[in-house]
């Protein structure tokens, strides 16, 4: 019996059948509710277990997050960031400020793919000192008094698209690159901002870094 | 829907490292790889009632994490999921058909000589009724092969049974949507319902 060929039906029936293949995406709710139920019964635990498992670029997102975490985060939680000492760069007041925004890659192909070199599991000292460079660089900015605030974003991502009755809501981004947090930062220019861009340790493992200049609406 | 075949693979380790450390990373990325097929072959189910079939979907998710360290990789994880899902359909579905009712008998379903064409302006509606009759094991063959794309071996594998039984099911299946419509062709519009 031919599995493909339906020489029984016609094909305007066949072409009727395959539209009954239509369904509507899972709902963005769905997802979370799934990922809390199985939290609830211990069947998975939150990220953050398994950094010592994935590879160094992967992990390179999760320590900004750290980062961020671990005392940067001023600016939105009415924090005052320390009095630069001998600060010779211009402060926040002076300058420009510049959003430097913390991409990594996320292609599936590329995150999961079978490729050995890349995914070698980390060891508890190299995920420290790869989280101290982070950091590092947090507090070298902080002391020049270029930190104006930072933030990680968290994963759970909600995209709109459309208007009214066509507003549709996506998980994902469908984007090859997440955005994972933010430093905004002060620089005289643009190109001193790139200047110190490329001194962020994001770049080194993996990372990309997408400097966008805030531009005044006063 | 065609089989995620390629990314065999990529299903292979996000298993292997969410048994390993249960970590919510990996089951996010093997949720959001899957769950769209489970839930179009789920939905079917339940006449587009998306609170009772996304139920469904949750539920064969928990099912699956439970068994996940049973997969043997015989299948793929995608054909694995779906017949989780299935059953899981199956078992919510049957509670809800009691005031239903609206399977025929399989005695009415028989072997009709093909007639291509016979319906060449048939409506979606039409079909969608007809294989709306069909009893259910006919109904999922056909849904899974025709409508969704999986192959017999597949389709075996999901529902439990021999590649030979999806055949003979799935042609069953056909020729009783063909009688169908063309008996709906000659009496008219609702006549055999």
Redesign the interface.
């Known amino acids: 019996?031919d599995?493909s060929s339906?020489?029984?039906?016609?094909d305007?029936?066949?072409k009727?059948?395959?539209?009954?293949?239509d369904?509507?995406?899972?709902?963005p709710e769905?997802?979370g509710?799934?990922?809390a139920?199985?939290?609830r019964?211990g069947?998975?635990?939150?990220?953050g277990?398994?950094i010592m498992?994935i590879s160094k670029s992967a992990a390179a997102a999760i320590i900004v997050g750290a980062a961020f975490l671990g005392g940067f985060a001023m600016g939105n939680r009415g924090e005052t960031a320390p009095q630069p000492s001998d600060v010779t760069t211009a402060t926040s007041d002076e300058s420009n400020q510049y959003m430097l925004l913390m991409f990594t890659r996320v292609d599936?192909s590329q995150a999961?793919?079978?490729d050995a070199s890349s995914d070698e599991p980390m060891n508890e000292e190299a995920y420290q000192a790869i989280f101290n460079e982070y950091r590092q660089w947090a507090l070298d900015r902080e002391q020049e008094g270029r930190l104006v605030s930072a933030e990680k974003l968290a994963?759970d991502t909600r995209v709109m698209t459309g208007r009214g009755d066509q507003m549709q809501i996506a998980?994902?981004a469908h984007s090859d690159r997440a955005l994972g947090g933010y430093f905004l930062i002060t620089a005289p220019s643009l190109e001193d901002a790139i200047e110190l861009a490329k001194t962020h340790p994001h770049l080194k493992y993996g990372g990309e870094v997408e400097v966008r200049p805030i531009e005044s609406t006063r | 829907m065609t089989p995620n075949s390629v990314h065999d693979l990529d299903d292979a380790r996000l298993v292997k490292r969410f048994l390993k450390s249960r970590d919510e990373g990996a089951f996010r990325t093997l949720y959001r790889a899957h769950t769209k097929a489970m839930l179009a072959v789920v939905w079917r189910y339940f006449d587009g009632d998306r609170v009772e079939a996304e139920d469904v979907v949750q539920e064969a998710w928990m099912r699956a994490t439970d068994r996940l360290a049973t997969f043997r990789g015989e299948s793929s994880l995608r054909t694995w999921l779906v017949g989780i899902a299935i059953n899981c359909a199956r078992n919510r579905a049957r509670s809800r058909r009691a005031t239903q009712a609206r399977d025929v008998d399989l005695a009415d379903v028989v072997e009709l000589p093909a007639s291509p064409g016979a319906a060449t302006n048939v409506a979606n509606y039409d079909v969608e009724r007809a294989v709306a009759r069909l009893p259910e094991g006919y109904r999922e063959v056909l849904f899974l092969h025709d409508v969704f794309g999986y192959t017999h071996d597949e389709i075996a594998n999901m529902l439990g049974v021999e590649s030979g039984t999806s055949k003979s099911q799935l042609h069953r299946a056909r020729s009783s949507v063909r009688r169908w419509l063309n008996e709906k062709g000659r009496i008219g519009h609702g006549r055999l319902l």
């Open positions: 019996m599995d339906n020489s029984i039906l016609s305007a029936e066949e009727a059948l395959r539209s009954l293949a369904a509507p995406d899972p709902s769905l997802e509710r799934v990922v139920e199985l939290k019964r069947a998975i635990r939150a990220n277990g398994w498992n599936p999961t793919s079978a994963d998980t994902s």
